[in-house]
Structures are given as structure tokens and as C-alpha cells.
T-cell receptor, first 113, second 115 residues
Framework: DTEVTQTPKHLVMGMTNKKSLKCEQH?????MYWYKQKAKKPPELMFV???????INESVPSRFSPECPNSSLLNLHLHALQPEDSALYLC????????????FGPGTRLTVL | AQKITQTQPGMFVQEKEAVTLDCTYD???????LFWYKQPSSGEMIFLIY??????QNATEGRYSLNFQKARKSANLVISASQLGDSAMYFC????????????FGAGTRLFVKA
């Protein structure tokens, strides 16, 4: 099974709201990722967790706060977002880094009003 | 510099015909993986096929095959017998042995399959 699940599928929030995106995988992968994707562009890396520790933060604004409660779960907490943060947010996982295959979830379409 | 180039922003193909999506890459790392992903309008990035830099044979997965020409640094995706459901954005990507957790994506090719 190569499934990564994400909830919710769609999210509309105001600029003062607090919400969370969730991601789960049961493939025994040790690396989990958050990407942001704008229309017609490739995904942009935001965060990487390796063995439940934050390994990469691509200078993401603090209004995005990642969390990895255990090796199967990855959250992205959202607070005081801006309309320009509206995008598709993709979670991915891989066994390790290097040339290992990444598997992506279905994504959360976020709209910030 | 590590880079993936997809030169075809959009491609049209007739249903049941084969189509080739171009991808060239640049790296000095001898160990790397090359990937193709399909992204329909629903948004999910679907892994299609993988080619390792040391693999002698071209990768195949059902109707998908990867035409790997290492000397030319190209990794073209061939889709045989196109179906309407193949209409999507296709991304070529590369991960390096020395690249940590980074994935380098191309700009993508939008494929339209005509009935």
C-alpha cells in the first residue's frame, strides 16, 4: 500500500481563523514533507520531518506551524493566514532521503478569505 | 547546478496513440533517481515511474515507459495507447543521493488527450 491520506480535502478560512491540516501514512516511511503548490506550478517545499524531527524549514512564515506527533502523522497548523496563502497543500512521504520515491497525498485546497 | 527541464508546456495527442513527454536533467551527482508524476485536475500527485541512475534497463510500468538516455541526460516518458483519463499535468522530478530530502521538479507538461 502506497497511500498517503490528507484531511480535509477543501478548507475555507478567514484571516483570523486557526485551522489544521492533517496527513497520515502507514508505509513505515521515516521522512514526511509539506509542499505548497500554486496553479500551473510545481510543488514548493515547505518543511521536512525526518525521524519525527524537523529537518528542513524553507524559510516559511511563522503563521505556518508544522508538527509531527509520531512517525505516521504530520500536521500543519495555520494561523492568521493571508489571501496569498491560498493554494494546494500537499503532504508526501518517503522511506528516507536521497533517491527514494516520494508518495504524495491528495492535497488540501486552501482558500483564505 | 541541479535542474530539470521540461520544454513542452502543452501537448495534444489523439486517443489510442502513443505520446512522448520530454525531460532533460542536469546534475554532477553520479547517484540519483528520476521520477514522473501525474497530476489530474483533482490535485493529487500520482507517482508513475522511477528510474535509478545505475539501472541498465529502461523502467516500464504498464502503459508507461521511461526512455532513459544517460549520456544525453534525458528521461522521457512514453505513454502508449493514450486514454482520455491521461489528460493531466505531468511532472518530471529528480532526487539526488547527496540531495538530502530535496526534490527537483520540472515546470510540467500539460497533456490533452482528444477523443
Amino acid at each position: 500500500d502506497t497511500e498517503v491520506t490528507q484531511t480535509p480535502k477543501h478548507l475555507v478560512m478567514g484571516m483570523t481563523n486557526k485551522k489544521s491540516l492533517k496527513c497520515e501514512q502507514h508505509m513505515g516511511h521515516r521522512a514526511m514533507y509539506w509542499y505548497k503548490q500554486k496553479a500551473k506550478k510545481p510543488p514548493e517545499l515547505m518543511f521536512v520531518y525526518s525521524y519525527e524531527k524537523l529537518s528542513i524549514n524553507e524559510s516559511v512564515p511563522s503563521r505556518f506551524s508544522p508538527e509531527c506527533p509520531n512517525s505516521s502523522l504530520l500536521n500543519l497548523h495555520l494561523h492568521a493566514l493571508q489571501p496569498e496563502d491560498s493554494a494546494l497543500y500537499l503532504c508526501a512521504s518517503s522511506y528516507t532521503g536521497g533517491p527514494d520515491t516520494q508518495y504524495f497525498g491528495p492535497g488540501t485546497r486552501l482558500t483564505v478569505l | 547546478a541541479q535542474k530539470i527541464t521540461q520544454t513542452q508546456p502543452g501537448m495534444f495527442v489523439q486517443e489510442k496513440e502513443a505520446v512522448t513527454l520530454d525531460c532533460t536533467y542536469d546534475t554532477s551527482d553520479p547517484s540519483y533517481g528520476l521520477f514522473w508524476y501525474k497530476q489530474p485536475s483533482s490535485g493529487e500527485m500520482i507517482f508513475l515511474i522511477y528510474q535509478g541512475s545505475y539501472d541498465q534497463q529502461n523502467a516500464t510500468e504498464g502503459r508507461y515507459s521511461l526512455n532513459f538516455q544517460k549520456a544525453r541526460k534525458s528521461a522521457n516518458l512514453v505513454i502508449s495507447a493514450s486514454q482520455l483519463g491521461d489528460s493531466a499535468m505531468y511532472f518530471c522530478a529528480m532526487r539526488l543521493n547527496t540531495g538530502g530530502f530535496k526534490t527537483i521538479f520540472g515546470a510540467g507538461t500539460r497533456l490533452f488527450v482528444k477523443a
